[in-house]
C-alpha cells in the first residue's frame, strides 16, 4: 500500500532526500545506483499517471530512497483536459482550470 500525503509546497516536502551542492562528480556506489533506479520509477510512474501529467516526469523532480522505500515526485503540472474528460465521463459536472502538485510522497512498505 502507498501513502500519499496531501499536496504541500516542495520546499515542505517531508524527508527530501539532501543532494550534494558542491557541484563534482561522486561515483559512489549510492550516486552509480540512483540514476538506474530514478528512470525505473520513472517509466512505472508515467505508465500509471504520465497521462494526468501536462509534461514528463522530470528525473529531477524524482527522488529514491530504496532502503527506506520511499519516492517522491515534486513540482508536478497537471493536464487539467484529462482531468475534466475523467470527471465527464463520469458524469460529475466538475471543471478544473489549472492543477498544480508540490509534492506527493509514497511510502513502499518491504
Known amino acids: 500500500l502507498?501513502?500519499?500525503y496531501e499536496t504541500l509546497p516542495s520546499s515542505l516536502c517531508p524527508?527530501?532526500?539532501s543532494e550534494t551542492g558542491s557541484g563534482s562528480m561522486d561515483f559512489s556506489?549510492?550516486?552509480l545506483t540512483t540514476l538506474p533506479l530514478k528512470r525505473f520509477y520513472k517509466y512505472i510512474l508515467k505508465r500509471l499517471i504520465?497521462?494526468?501529467l501536462r509534461h514528463d516526469i522530470d528525473l529531477e523532480q524524482l527522488e529514491v530512497q530504496l532502503f527506506q522505500g520511499i519516492?517522491?515526485?515534486k513540482s508536478?503540472?497537471?493536464d487539467v483536459a484529462q482531468f475534466n474528460a475523467a470527471?465527464?465521463?463520469q458524469g460529475l459536472?466538475?471543471?478544473f482550470s489549472s492543477g498544480m502538485v508540490g509534492c506527493v510522497k509514497m511510502d513502499i512498505p518491504w
Open 15 to 17: 524527508e527530501q532526500v
Open 76 to 78: 508536478l503540472e497537471l
Open 71 to 73: 519516492v517522491q515526485l
Open 2 to 4: 502507498w501513502t500519499l
Open 29 to 31: 556506489l549510492g550516486s
Open 50 to 52: 504520465g497521462g494526468f
Open 93 to 95: 459536472l466538475m471543471n
Open 87 to 89: 470527471l465527464l465521463a
